[in-house]
Each structure stands twice: as C-alpha cells, then as structure tokens.
C-alpha cells in the first residue's frame, strides 16, 4: 500500500523583488549651514535596488560669518527696512550638474518600512560671482541734506563701504548683474538615503550627506581682514528633502 503524502504550497510573498518602474524623476530641496539648493532629478531603475541619475542644481552660498543686520533709524528717503550684510562684497550662486548612482542596501519591511541606501554624485560646476552693493548716505548739497547712491566694495569706496554710519541699505539685486564673473569647478557629494517608498510610485525621501566644490580661483565674500584668507572650495553637510515620481 503506497502511502499519501501531502504537500502545502508556500505562503505568498507580496514584496516580490523585480523592476516595476524604468523611470525617475524627482525635485529636491537642500539645506547646508551657509547656504541652500533647488535640484531636478531624472533616473533610471536598473534593477529593484539601484538607479542611475543625472542631477541638476542651482544653489546659494554665504560666508559664515555673513549675518543681516538694520539701521536703528530709517529715514523717509530710505528704501525698505534698512537691512544689509555688514563686510559683505560678493553674492555667489552655483550651477551643478552631475552623474550620480543609488543604491539600496535594506530591505524595506513589507510596505510600511523605510528603504536605507547610499548614493554618490560627481560632476561639473559653474560658480556665479555677483557684486553685493550697498546704498550709502551722500551730501547732496540740498536744504534736505542727504539722498543716497549704490556702491560696490573697491580700494577706493572701502572706507565708506565699511562705515556702519554711512550705510543706508542694501542695494537691490538687479545692481552687479552685468558684473557677474563666472568660475568653474567641480563638485561631489556622497549621502545616506532614507525612502519611505522605495518600491513605490511615488517618491518620499530625505538624505543626509557631504558635500563638496572646487573652483579654477579663489571666492571673496566678505572684505579683506589680516585673520582670514579667501578660499577655492566650500565643503558643507547637508540635510536633502527629496519628492517625485516614479514611471
């Protein structure tokens, strides 16, 4: 007599490994200590775990020491408020495009977990440098006394530039566009990527990494002192809040 033997079938597997969407595309906004960025993202899933991008980005930097500050008067011919960046020279903004790779390294628990990976980021950079103009007080030899012209920060205007009692406000951003000086560079950055839906449609992420710039000269920011030395490069950590799309 041959026995019978019965055979349970196994339990399904909703998170089933495979390549559901080819496509990415996604926005992110960065936050680093002395500055701020606004990038556009578009990818390729190779695999259920991987995807290569290419990155576009436009971001600002500032000088550490760089804080805003008012008059503690404001006169009826002063525009604004009165606020202005003490010793600042120069504005910089950066144009950064890069080639980059994601990476999943965890799986995410059922649907409800969070996906941990890391990515990395190389490419070109181009750096924006703009004049930072102050509106200063002048004697226009009127009953009224003073009105006030915008300056940049040279050898010859340092003197009023620097005087706290001279300055009205800052210029508007218009002034120096036409004097922009272009640098190139490069830039990288490496992160520690945290999806909550990493195999989802839609793309909710925040990503903690470092970040770092390299340009063909020197960036002045704030005006010359004995103690501080302009710098070629900026190094920052960053916190990056990322949301799209998948396809």
Avoid: C
Avoid at 159 to 173: T, Y
Avoid at 182 to 192: D, E
Avoid at 202 to 225: F, N
């Amino acid at each position: 007599m041959v026995g019978q033997v019965t055979f349970q079938p196994k339990s399904y597997d909703g998170d089933v490994k495979g390549v559901v969407y080819s496509t990415e595309k996604t926005v992110d906004l960065r936050l680093y200590p002395n500055g701020w960025a606004v990038a556009y993202n578009t990818g390729n899933i190779v695999s259920y775990n991987k995807t290569k991008y290419y990155h576009f980005e436009l971001g600002k930097h500032a000088d550490p020491r760089e804080k805003l500050q008012s008059r503690p008067y404001n006169l009826s011919f002063v525009r604004g408020a009165g606020s202005f960046a003490y010793g600042k020279i120069n504005s910089f903004y950066s144009a950064r495009v890069g080639m980059g790779r994601l990476k999943y390294v965890s799986e995410k628990a059922k649907r409800k977990g969070i996906a941990v990976g890391f990515n990395y980021e190389v490419g070109p950079a181009l750096g924006f440098l703009k004049p930072y103009y102050l509106e200063v007080y002048v004697d226009d030899g009127e009953l009224a006394g003073f009105s006030t012209e915008p300056i940049k920060y040279s050898e010859e205007t340092a003197a009023v530039f620097l005087d706290q009692g001279s300055i009205a406000n800052e210029g508007r951003f218009v002034e120096g566009l036409l004097e922009t000086k272009l640098i190139p560079g490069i830039q990288g950055k490496i992160g520690v990527h945290f999806d909550a839906g990493a195999f989802d449609e839609y793309v909710k992420a925040i990503e903690v990494g470092a970040m770092a710039e390299v340009y063909s000269r020197r960036i002045p920011l704030m005006a010359p002192t004995d103690n501080h030395s302009d710098k070629p490069f900026f190094f920052n950590l960053y916190v990056n809040l990322h949301f799209g799309k998948r396809n």
